[in-house]
């Protein structure tokens, strides 16, 4: 089935740019593990981790050589988009010749956008589209543009994202994945998918893409683990086995107003991790006096079904810890301590010198709770700041300043701050702010692992 839409719209479209810098910090999560993982600066937001799945910080971002682009322009564009964007179920799928043909396309000033094919294995919904027109590039040939699904409700996870095209035989491709975000999967729906940019070209490119549900099976888990001591319960709801993915549902509960983060490695029977490719999904938010409930889903890009008899599933729970905020008239020594785990920054030292102020400070108290000592050098630089009061929520480019390891056996550093360009200072109106989320995030509490059967 083909539609064709010619539209010009006399109205100027704008395109949020606070929309645009959320999708970029939405995309950051995906940078690689092992950098420090700091904590979202929205209060109603839970804490990002990062994961291993992906390493730009753009949704679908890729780099085709220019063999590949070659072999785009002989042979169908449906596999090698699959291929190009790195999309392991879609490349599965073609395989098995599950892609759904679709060829919409909408213009808009000169621009066409072509939504190519489709599929809806279990929770995963992928898209290839193309785009032909006078469209600006970047340096590298590549075009970036900025899309909205489900009209980018706020109560859905990536509704806002940044898209990354790259050249094909006469125009661009693309490629979008997300998690259907809803915990019910209806056999056949559509979703809206409307692009705002292409390159720098505001506009309006709508589509409703039609998606058949592939068969699957659901395996009901009804298992749980609970740590008495933070207040934390995960309860595993289901399990999704599609033809090329596979999804975990379940229930994180906390205490109530605390917005912990949940994040799940999972094993097979024979021990070997399997890669949670998206996870934290949210798929609704339950309040109750007593206790904050969330329902979630993880993505497994691959079918495990026959692969293994049962997985073994390990939560991970970074806890939710507010700013500290240290008077600089305080006197040291002063100890800041996480509320439900043994997290600590102590501040030993603070001294005023030569238009410098530096704080002598320890973290865990020494013990290294099998980190790397570069993430607490890295903690070091950005954890501890020096900060105007009347601006402590406000995130600006930090004070210059430097630092000075003292005992790298004992966590033991020195952070010298230049307060001499600072024409407002004194000690009542600037203020120390500890960073403890950001620690917490990259320090979780394992609960007990849990057991399930796929057979």
């Known amino acids: 089935m083909k539609r064709e839409y010619f539209q010009e719209a006399s109205e100027e479209i704008e395109v949020p740019k606070e929309d645009i810098l959320a999708a970029i910090k939405t995309g950051r999560k995906r940078a690689s593990q092992g950098a420090v993982v700091h904590k979202s600066r929205r209060k109603a937001k839970?804490?990002?981790?990062?994961?291993?799945?992906?390493?730009?910080?753009?949704?679908?971002?890729?780099?085709?050589?220019?063999?590949?682009?070659?072999?785009?322009?002989?042979?169908p564009l449906l596999g090698n988009v699959y291929t190009a964007f790195?999309?392991?179920?879609?490349?599965?799928?073609?395989?098995?010749d599950l892609i759904t043909e679709l060829n919409q396309t909408f213009s808009y000033?000169?621009?066409?956008?072509?939504?190519n094919n489709a599929y809806y294995d279990g929770a995963v919904v992928g898209v290839t589209f193309s785009v032909k027109g006078n469209v600006k590039t970047e340096e590298d040939g590549s075009v970036q543009g900025f899309y909205e699904i489900f009209n980018g409700a706020e109560g859905i996870s990536d509704s806002k994202e940044i898209v990354h095209m790259e050249p094909a035989e006469d125009g661009y491709v693309g490629h979008v994945q997300l998690s259907y975000p809803k915990a019910e999967l209806p056999a056949e729906t559509t979703f809206p998918l409307e692009f705002k940019r292409i390159g720098e070209m505001e506009g309006s490119w709508q589509f409703d893409v039609p998606i058949k549900q592939l068969p699957y099976e659901t395996v009901n888990v009804d298992k749980g683990t609970v740590d008495e001591n933070i207040g934390v319960n995960v309860h595993f709801d289901s399990i999704i086995q599609g033809k090329a993915s596979t999804a975990i549902n379940y229930t994180a509960t906390s205490p109530e107003g605390k917005h912990d983060s949940v994040r799940l490695e999972?094993?097979?029977?024979?021990?070997?991790?399997l890669n949670i490719s998206t996870g934290g999904i949210e798929l609704g938010t339950v309040e109750k006096s007593t206790s904050n409930i969330l329902k979630e889903r993880s993505i497994i890009s691959q079918s495990i079904k026959g692969e293994t008899n049962y997985i073994e599933v390990l939560p991970k729970?970074?806890?939710?810890?507010?700013?500290?905020?240290?008077?600089l008239n305080k006197a040291a020594p002063i100890n800041i301590s996480a509320d439900r785990q043994d997290l600590a920054v102590d501040i030993e030292g603070i001294t005023f010198k030569d238009k410098k102020v530096t704080f002598d400070f320890q973290l865990n108290n020494g013990d290294n709770m099998d980190k790397d000592f570069s993430?607490?050098?890295?903690?070091?630089?950005?954890?501890?700041?020096?900060?105007?009061?009347?601006?402590?929520?406000?995130?600006?480019e930090p004070i210059k300043h430097t630092i000075e390891v003292k005992d790298k056996d004992n966590l033991k550093f020195s952070s010298t701050f230049d307060i001499s360009q600072i024409k407002d200072f004194n000690k009542d109106n600037y203020i120390v702010r500890v960073d403890m989320g950001t620690l917490s995030a990259n320090i979780p509490v394992e609960l007990e692992k849990v057991r399930m059967e796929l057979n």
């Open 317 to 327: 729970v970074a806890l939710d810890e507010p700013d500290r905020f240290i008077s």
């Open 109 to 115: 000033k000169g621009i066409d956008v072509t939504i």
């Open 266 to 273: 999972v094993y097979d029977d024979q021990g070997k991790e």
């Open 86 to 96: 790195n999309d392991s179920v879609g490349r599965s799928l073609q395989s098995q």
């Open 375 to 396: 993430f607490y050098k890295d903690f070091a630089k950005t954890g501890i700041d020096l900060v105007k009061e009347s601006e402590k929520d406000i995130y600006k």
């Open 46 to 75: 839970k804490i990002i981790w990062a994961t291993a799945a992906a390493a730009t910080i753009f949704v679908s971002s890729s780099f085709i050589s220019p063999s590949l682009s070659h072999v785009m322009a002989q042979v």
